[in-house]
């Protein structure tokens, strides 16, 4: 039987925001549970709620020194990396402040862990981020006490958090380009549904069921065609 082994961030975890609510929860029919109903696979989800490729990178090595090792290796990493401390800019937005990851630093990290599945012999699998809604997770900074003005100030134009995603989301397509390692794009058929925002959370950056249900055909489809048949 091919193993998958999974590691992600809240996204692949299925950490939804409950309509209505400020409470996250755990997506009963999330687009990796979803997926393990199609196929007689054994998958094991790895994925957890704030991990960055760094912290990712220690689970993965621990991980690599066990006997049962899996075929694949999915990885989904970058939302948490690419965010900012948002607090602390709140309280000074005439700071300097980095990404948890900065693009350099995610880059190299990305490349090992590939490295080190293939020295391994564990074929690495990378996706892109799904997109966030700039406004909703704007708006969810002040909903949550922080302010909003000083965040602005620093940041100006809201759509920054949007572009700036977008270059870590860029960053593994190119990784993957590079290093000749399949890609699972998740981030296309979210977007070519037209109102993104119907398929991002109220928090502006966790998809709720209605993408994980598409993030889900996607990751059928690639099995489907390029585990199955390989």
Not at 18 to 39: A, I, M, Q
Not at 124 to 129: C, V
Not at 223 to 230: D, E, K, S, T, W
């Amino acid at each position: 039987m091919k193993k998958i082994a999974i590691w992600g961030d809240s996204v692949l975890k299925g950490v939804v925001l409950e309509d209505g609510k400020d409470k996250y929860s755990l997506l009963k029919n999330s687009s990796v549970e979803l997926t393990k109903k199609e196929f007689d696979f054994d998958i094991k989800n790895n994925s957890k709620f704030g991990l960055t490729v760094t912290k990712a990178m220690k689970l993965i090595q621990k991980s690599l020194s066990r006997d049962e090792l899996p075929n694949y290796a999915l990885v989904e990493l970058g939302g948490n990396d690419c965010d900012y401390n948002w607090k602390e800019i709140s309280r000074n937005p005439d700071g300097e402040y980095l990404p948890n990851t900065p693009l350099p630093k995610f880059r190299e990290n990305i490349n090992n862990i590939i490295e080190n599945f293939r020295q391994k012999g564990i074929e690495p699998i990378l996706t892109n981020l799904p997109p966030l809604s700039s406004q909703r997770y704007f708006d969810w900074f002040g909903k949550n006490g922080l302010n909003t003005d000083n965040i602005k100030k620093w940041m100006g134009d809201i759509n920054r958090i949007y572009k700036h995603q977008e270059t870590y989301s860029l960053a593994l397509m190119d990784i993957a380009n590079a290093q000749k390692c399949d890609l699972i794009d998740i981030r296309t058929p979210i977007i070519l549904e037209g109102n993104t925002d119907d398929f991002i959370c109220e928090d502006g950056i966790h998809p709720n069921e209605r993408a994980h249900k598409l993030i889900a055909e996607t990751f059928i489809n690639y099995i489907a065609n390029r585990i199955i048949c390989a």
